[in-house]
C-alpha cells in the first residue's frame, strides 16, 4: 500500500495544493513508479488517498500517455519519428532496434527489459535523432549506435527501477560513438556541424530521336 510506504511523501504532495484532489498527477506517477504501471487496484488506490471516485482517476489515467495501465518494460524507450529525426536516421533506428529486440511498436521483450514506442516531437530537434528512456533524453542516437545504447541501459537496469518510468530523476546523455556521456540540462548550447555534398551537376536532356531536329530537315519560316 502506497500509505504504508509512502505516506510522508504523499502528505507532501497533497500539501502542495490548494485542493486535495489537484495531486491526482504526482499521486498516480508515484503509483506507477512503485508498482510498474496503474493496474485497476492502484488507481482505486489514489482515488481513495484523494477521496475521489475511482472512475475520475480512471479518465485520468486514460487521457495521458505517460501513464501505463498494462505492464511494459524496465526500458520504456520512445523514438522520436518527427521530421528532423526522421531526416536524420529515425527510421533506420527503428528498424535496428526492432531487429535487435525482436518486437515491434507497442511490444515488450520477453525478459521483460524493453518496450518500444513510436512517438511524436520530444522537442529536441537540435540533436536528433532523440530517444526518450524513461524520459531519460538520449541525443543522437544512430541506428549504428542502438546496440552499444540497449548494452547501457541493460547494465542500468536496476537503476531504472530504482528510479522508476515516471522520469522524475530524469536526466541527459549524448551517444556517442562507443560510450554514452552525461550532458547537463543546463549545458550551452553547441551548434553541429554537417558534411553538405555540393548536388550533382544537371544532365542534359536527351536528344530527341525523331530526326526533325536534324539541319536537313530545318526551313526557314516563311514569314
Known sequence: ?????????????????????SAVLPLLYLAQDTY????????????AILDLPATD????????TLFYDKPVGTW?????DDLPCCYLGAEELLTALKRT???????????GMFTLQRVKCLAACDRAPVVQANLDYLYDVTAERADLLLANLRARAAEAKQRGLSGRSA???????????HMSRDAAYQER?????????????????????LPQFRRASPL
Do not use: W
Not at 482517476?57 to 495521458?64: A, I, K, T
Not at 529486440?101 to 525478459?111: H, V
Open 193 to 213: 556541424s554537417f558534411t553538405i555534398e555540393p548536388p550533382p551537376p544537371p544532365t542534359p536532356p536527351a536528344e530527341l530521336d525523331s530526326g526533325y531536329d
Open 171 to 181: 536526466e541527459d546523455f549524448v551517444v556517442e560513438t562507443d560510450r554514452l556521456s
Open 57 to 64: 482517476v480512471f479518465e485520468v489515467v486514460g487521457f495521458y
Open 1 to 21: 500500500m502506497l500509505l504504508d510506504t509512502h505516506q510522508s511523501e504523499i502528505e507532501a504532495i497533497i500539501a502542495r495544493y490548494a485542493q486535495k484532489r
Open 36 to 47: 510498474g504501471y496503474l493496474n485497476p487496484a492502484a488507481v482505486r488506490e489514489v482515488a
Open 101 to 111: 529486440l525482436g518486437i515491434r511498436e507497442d511490444q515488450t521483450t520477453a525478459d
Open 76 to 80: 520504456m524507450l520512445q523514438v522520436c
